[in-house]
C-alpha cells in the first residue's frame, strides 16, 4: 500500500510541481495499520529507521531519536542537528514530560540587533547567513531523551543515520522536489552548495544518489562523544569560525553553556479528551488549548465541518487566541507567562461573548495596550507497543534554514532568530505581529508555534498529532484534533481535510485551495470577513489514532490498534506500522 501510493505521487509529481493542492483534496487513502508500534514521518526513509528501532526493542523514544538524526540527512529541508525543537512524551503508566532543545540566542545578541540607524528592521538579517543563527540543541535534545528515557545506546540509534549518510540514499520526486525548491538559495553558499547540488552546479534528478560525507563524519563523531562531540570539540569551532568570518556573533560559550530544559506539558480537557502539549517557550498548548476552551461552547458535530457557523468560530476563537500569543506570551525563563488564566474555562466563556453571532470581528480593535515558522518545520508521531507515545517537532526555521554550512561539517545552519520579535509590529516571516515579551535577549529561545501534542482518553493514549507550517501549526494540529472529536473523520481524513486559519493580523482568513463551498465563502464575506482563497496548501501533519481509525470505530471495536497517517501533502512521508 505504501509503495503505491508513493508511486502514484511520484507519477503526479511528474507531471506537474502543483499536484499539491489537488491531491489533499481527493479522497484519502486509509490509514496505515499497526498492532504493536507505529512511526509516522515526513520521510518513509525515516520512518522505516524507527520502525527498525522498534522492533528491535526500542521504545518510543529511542525510535524518536533514531528518527531525529535519520531526518538530519534524508529530509535536508527541515530535518536537523543545526537547529532545535520540542518533545513531547506520555508515558505508557500516564505520566508525561517535555522537552525544550530549541534554538537560544547567542550571548551577543541584542534587541536591536536587525535594526539600521534609523531603527527600521534590515532586510534579509534575521534569515539569511550566520548572524540569522540560534544555538542549535537537537544534539543536545536526543542525547537528554535517549539517556534519561531510551533504552538502547547512542551508537544503536545513530548507526542508520551514519548509514544513509555514508552510502547516501536514492533520491525519490519527494526528495528531488524539496531540493529543487532550495537549489538557488543554496548555491550562495559554497559549503551548502557542494553537498547539495551536482559539480555541475545543477539539482539532483529522481533515481541519483546523495552522499554526505561530511555529515557522516559529524554524526560518527557524536555517536562516539555524545554531546561534547558537537557542543564542545570541532564541530562548534567550525561552526564559531565560520560564523565569525562571514558576519555572524556565536562563540564558543553560547555552545559551552546550552542546556536543554525539561518542563511541565500543558495540559486541558475539551469534551472529555486530556491535551497534552507544549508549553512556553512554545504559544502551541497554550493556544490550542484557549481555542478548545472556547469552542467546546459550540455543537461543532451539529454545525457540521466547513460550515459558515462553524468556520465563523473558529475564527473568531482563532483570533483572540492570536492576540494573546502575539502579545502575552515569550520564553518563560525572561516572560512571566499568564498562562493559568488563558487556560481558565471563565476566560473563554469571557471570549465567547465577545463573539457577534452575525458578523466578524475586528482585530485591531482587540490591540493590546502599549502593543506597539511553514513546511520549513517538520514533525513525527511514535508509538510503541507498551503505548509510550512521543510527538516530535523540530526545524530550522526557513526551508533549508540560514541557507549555510560550517565547511567541514555537512549540515545546514538555522534561522531561528527571525521567529524573535525584531521591532513590535513588525511581521516575521510567517506574517506574525508580535510584542516585547518576545523581544531579543542573550540566551532567550525565541517563542515557537510548535504543537507536538498527545491526547488522552480514560487514562489511555487516544491521539498523538503535530505538524510543521509556522504560525499555522496551531491551527493545523487544532483542525486535526477537532475533525476527529467532532466531525468524526478517521485519523487520515482529518489531516487531509482543507484548512483555514487566522492569526489575529494580518485580519484575513486563509483558505486552502477548494476549501469552502462558493456558498460558504458568500456568507462569510457577508459576515464581514476577508477571505484569501489560497492557491497552495499549507503543513505536512503526521498523526496517529489508537484503537480504531475513526471515533466510530473505536467505540464499536475491533478496530486496529494502532492506525497511522502522513498528510497527502508531503510527497516523501510514510506511516508505517507493524
Same mark, same amino acid.
Given at each position: 500500500m505504501h509503495n503505491t501510493r508513493r508511486t502514484l505521487i511520484a507519477v503526479t509529481l511528474s507531471l506537474t510541481l502543483t499536484f499539491v493542492p489537488f491531491l489533499a483534496f481527493a479522497a484519502s487513502p486509509q490509514p496505515a495499520k499497526g498492532e504493536h508500534g507505529m512511526v509516522v514521518t515526513a520521510q518513509h526513509l525515516a520512518s522505516e529507521v524507527g520502525v527498525e528501532v522498534l522492533k528491535k526493542g526500542g521504545n518510543a523514544v529511542d525510535a524518536a531519536v533514531a528518527v531525529g538524526y535519520a531526518l538530519a540527512v534524508v529530509y535536508p529541508t527541515a530535518g536537523n542537528i543545526g537547529g532545535g525543537g520540542f518533545m513531547t512524551i506520555r508515558f505508557q503508566d500516564g505520566r508525561s514530560t517535555f522537552l525544550d532543545f530549541r534554538e537560544r540566542a547567542p550571548l551577543a545578541a541584542t534587541k536591536t540587533m536587525y535594526l539600521d540607524k534609523d531603527g527600521k528592521p534590515v532586510k534579509g538579517a534575521s534569515l539569511d547567513g550566520y548572524l540569522a543563527v540560534g544555538v542549535p540543541g537537537s544534539v543536545a535534545g536526543f542525547e537528554m531523551a535517549r539517556e534519561k528515557y531510551g533504552t538502547l545506546t547512542r551508537q544503536d540509534l545513530l548507526a542508520p543515520a551514519i548509514r544513509y549518510a555514508t552510502d547516501g540514499f536514492v533520491l525519490e520526486q519527494g526528495d528531488v522536489a524539496s531540493l529543487l525548491g532550495g537549489a538557488e538559495r543554496l548555491a550562495r553558499d559554497p559549503a551548502a552548495a557542494a553537498i547539495f547540488l551536482k559539480p555541475d552546479g545543477k539539482p539532483y534528478a529522481v533515481g541519483e544518489r546523495l552522499i554526505q560525507a561530511d555529515l557522516a563524519a559529524s554524526l560518527a563523531a557524536i555517536s562516539e562523544r555524545g554531546v561534547d562531540a558537537f557542543y564542545k570539540g570541532a564541530i562548534a569551532d567550525a561552526i564559531v569560525k565560520a560564523s565569525s568570518e562571514k558576519g555572524g556573533i556565536l562563540a564558543k560559550a553560547d555552545f559551552e553553556n546550552y542546556a536543554v530544559r525539561e518542563l511541565k506539558p500543558v495540559t486541558c480537557n475539551y469534551r472529555g479528551y486530556e491535551i497534552i502539549s507544549s508549553p512556553p517557550p512554545s504559544s502551541g498548548g497554550v493556544i490550542i488549548c484557549e481555542i478548545l476552551n472556547v469552542l467546546e461552547f459550540y455543537p461543532l458535530s451539529y454545525l457540521g465541518a466547513g460550515s459558515a457557523e462553524t468556520v465563523h468560530v473558529m475564527v473568531e476563537a482563532m483570533r483572540h487566541a492570536y492576540v494573546d500569543r502575539n502579545s502575552a506570551l515569550g520564553d518563560p525563563g525572561f516572560v512571566d507567562n499568564p498562562v493559568a488564566k488563558l487556560l481558565d474555562k471563565n476566560y473563554a466563556r469571557?471570549?465567547?461573548?465577545?463573539?457577534?453571532?452575525?458578523?466578524?470581528?475586528?482585530?485591531?480593535? &482587540?490591540?493590546p495596550k502599549g502593543f506597539g515558522e511553514s513546511s520549513e518545520t517538520t514533525h513525527y508521531s511514535i508509538i510503541d507497543n507498551d503505548g509510550n507515545a512521543v510527538a516530535v517537532t523540530y526545524t530550522l526555521n526557513g526551508s533549508f534554514g540560514a541557507g549555510v554550512v560550517a565547511a567541514g561539517t555537512g549540515f545546514l545552519l538555522n534561522n531561528e532568530m527571525d521567529d524573535f520579535t525584531q521591532k513590535p509590529g513588525v511581521p516575521n516571516l510567517y506574517g506574525l505581529v508580535q510584542g516585547e515579551a518576545n523581544a531579543i535577549a542573550p540566551k532567550k529561545t525565541p517563542l515557537s508555534s510548535m504543537s507536538p501534542t498527545i491526547l488522552a482518553k480514560d487514562g489511555k493514549p487516544f491521539m498523538v498529532i503535530g505538524s510543521p507550517g509556522g504560525s499555522r501549526i496551531i491551527t493545523i494540529t487544532l483542525e486535526a484534533i477537532v475533525n476527529v472529536i467532532d466531525h468524526g473523520m478517521n485519523i487520515q481524513?482529518?489531516?487531509?481535510?482543507?484548512?483555514?486559519?487566522?492569526?489575529? &493580523?494580518?485580519? #484575513?482568513?486563509?483558505?486552502?485551495?477548494? !476549501?469552502?463551498?462558493?456558498? +460558504?465563502?458568500?456568507?462569510? #464575506?457577508?459576515?464581514?470577513?476577508?477571505?484569501?482563497?489560497?492557491? +497552495? +496548501?499549507? !503543513?505536512q501533519a503526521a498523526g496517529i489514532l489508537v484503537g480504531g481509525k475513526c471515533l466510530a470505530e473505536i467505540e464499536k471495536g475491533g478496530g486496529a490498534r494502532y492506525n497511522g497517517a502522513i498528510d497527502s501533502r508531503a510527497a516523501a512521508g510514510e506511516a508505517i506500522g507493524y
Amino acid at each position: 500500500m505504501h509503495n503505491t501510493r508513493r508511486t502514484l505521487i511520484a507519477v503526479t509529481l511528474s507531471l506537474t510541481l502543483t499536484f499539491v493542492p489537488f491531491l489533499a483534496f481527493a479522497a484519502s487513502p486509509q490509514p496505515a495499520k499497526g498492532e504493536h508500534g507505529m512511526v509516522v514521518t515526513a520521510q518513509h526513509l525515516a520512518s522505516e529507521v524507527g520502525v527498525e528501532v522498534l522492533k528491535k526493542g526500542g521504545n518510543a523514544v529511542d525510535a524518536a531519536v533514531a528518527v531525529g538524526y535519520a531526518l538530519a540527512v534524508v529530509y535536508p529541508t527541515a530535518g536537523n542537528i543545526g537547529g532545535g525543537g520540542f518533545m513531547t512524551i506520555r508515558f505508557q503508566d500516564g505520566r508525561s514530560t517535555f522537552l525544550d532543545f530549541r534554538e537560544r540566542a547567542p550571548l551577543a545578541a541584542t534587541k536591536t540587533m536587525y535594526l539600521d540607524k534609523d531603527g527600521k528592521p534590515v532586510k534579509g538579517a534575521s534569515l539569511d547567513g550566520y548572524l540569522a543563527v540560534g544555538v542549535p540543541g537537537s544534539v543536545a535534545g536526543f542525547e537528554m531523551a535517549r539517556e534519561k528515557y531510551g533504552t538502547l545506546t547512542r551508537q544503536d540509534l545513530l548507526a542508520p543515520a551514519i548509514r544513509y549518510a555514508t552510502d547516501g540514499f536514492v533520491l525519490e520526486q519527494g526528495d528531488v522536489a524539496s531540493l529543487l525548491g532550495g537549489a538557488e538559495r543554496l548555491a550562495r553558499d559554497p559549503a551548502a552548495a557542494a553537498i547539495f547540488l551536482k559539480p555541475d552546479g545543477k539539482p539532483y534528478a529522481v533515481g541519483e544518489r546523495l552522499i554526505q560525507a561530511d555529515l557522516a563524519a559529524s554524526l560518527a563523531a557524536i555517536s562516539e562523544r555524545g554531546v561534547d562531540a558537537f557542543y564542545k570539540g570541532a564541530i562548534a569551532d567550525a561552526i564559531v569560525k565560520a560564523s565569525s568570518e562571514k558576519g555572524g556573533i556565536l562563540a564558543k560559550a553560547d555552545f559551552e553553556n546550552y542546556a536543554v530544559r525539561e518542563l511541565k506539558p500543558v495540559t486541558c480537557n475539551y469534551r472529555g479528551y486530556e491535551i497534552i502539549s507544549s508549553p512556553p517557550p512554545s504559544s502551541g498548548g497554550v493556544i490550542i488549548c484557549e481555542i478548545l476552551n472556547v469552542l467546546e461552547f459550540y455543537p461543532l458535530s451539529y454545525l457540521g465541518a466547513g460550515s459558515a457557523e462553524t468556520v465563523h468560530v473558529m475564527v473568531e476563537a482563532m483570533r483572540h487566541a492570536y492576540v494573546d500569543r502575539n502579545s502575552a506570551l515569550g520564553d518563560p525563563g525572561f516572560v512571566d507567562n499568564p498562562v493559568a488564566k488563558l487556560l481558565d474555562k471563565n476566560y473563554a466563556r469571557e471570549i465567547r461573548e465577545k463573539i457577534d453571532p452575525f458578523r466578524a470581528g475586528v482585530s485591531r480593535e &482587540l490591540m493590546p495596550k502599549g502593543f506597539g515558522e511553514s513546511s520549513e518545520t517538520t514533525h513525527y508521531s511514535i508509538i510503541d507497543n507498551d503505548g509510550n507515545a512521543v510527538a516530535v517537532t523540530y526545524t530550522l526555521n526557513g526551508s533549508f534554514g540560514a541557507g549555510v554550512v560550517a565547511a567541514g561539517t555537512g549540515f545546514l545552519l538555522n534561522n531561528e532568530m527571525d521567529d524573535f520579535t525584531q521591532k513590535p509590529g513588525v511581521p516575521n516571516l510567517y506574517g506574525l505581529v508580535q510584542g516585547e515579551a518576545n523581544a531579543i535577549a542573550p540566551k532567550k529561545t525565541p517563542l515557537s508555534s510548535m504543537s507536538p501534542t498527545i491526547l488522552a482518553k480514560d487514562g489511555k493514549p487516544f491521539m498523538v498529532i503535530g505538524s510543521p507550517g509556522g504560525s499555522r501549526i496551531i491551527t493545523i494540529t487544532l483542525e486535526a484534533i477537532v475533525n476527529v472529536i467532532d466531525h468524526g473523520m478517521n485519523i487520515q481524513e482529518a489531516i487531509d481535510a482543507p484548512r483555514i486559519h487566522h492569526q489575529w &493580523l494580518p485580519d #484575513t482568513v486563509y483558505i486552502e485551495p477548494f !476549501g469552502l463551498s462558493p456558498d +460558504t465563502e458568500k456568507l462569510l #464575506t457577508g459576515m464581514g470577513y476577508r477571505l484569501d482563497l489560497a492557491d +497552495t +496548501t499549507w !503543513g505536512q501533519a503526521a498523526g496517529i489514532l489508537v484503537g480504531g481509525k475513526c471515533l466510530a470505530e473505536i467505540e464499536k471495536g475491533g478496530g486496529a490498534r494502532y492506525n497511522g497517517a502522513i498528510d497527502s501533502r508531503a510527497a516523501a512521508g510514510e506511516a508505517i506500522g507493524y
